[in-house]
């Protein structure tokens, strides 16, 4: 029933800019964020949101990335700007909802963020 899909991953030049988007279906999540793993690193996260309208961005992201929610649409957004090749992973959306006391999270497939030097 919960779906979330990513959309907007491709390539572009350091420097550049991109915005990834991510669709949620099936239900009404707390928090939403984005996390990302590049190559032969563990899966981190990058920036969360919650319905409330809290943000947090990852220090190595912060002044770069900006995290916006939609609540009626139900859709994140990540608006990338400055892009750094260290920034090249793939980038997953996370939703989470608790049941029955217990935080459930939902995991997107991933878009694919590559950043040229």
């Known amino acids: 029933q919960v779906q979330l899909v990513e959309s907007g991953g491709g390539l572009v030049q350091a420097g550049g800019s991109l915005r990834l988007s991510c669709a949620a279906s099936?239900?009404?999540?707390?928090?939403m964020g984005w996390y990302r793993q590049a190559p032969g690193k563990e899966r981190e996260l990058v920036a969360t949101?919650?319905?409330?309208?809290?943000?947090k961005h990852a220090d190595s992201v912060k002044g770069r990335f900006t995290i916006s929610r939609d609540n009626a649409k139900n859709i994140i957004y990540l608006q990338m700007n400055s892009l750094k090749p260290e920034d090249t992973a793939v980038y997953y959306c996370?939703?989470?909802?608790?049941?029955?006391?217990?935080?459930?999270?939902?995991w997107g497939k991933g878009t694919l963020v590559t950043v040229s030097s």
């Open positions: 996370n939703a989470r909802r608790p049941i029955m006391g217990i935080d459930m999270d939902y």
């Open positions: 099936g239900a009404i999540f707390s928090t």
């Open positions: 949101h919650t319905i409330g309208g809290s943000l």
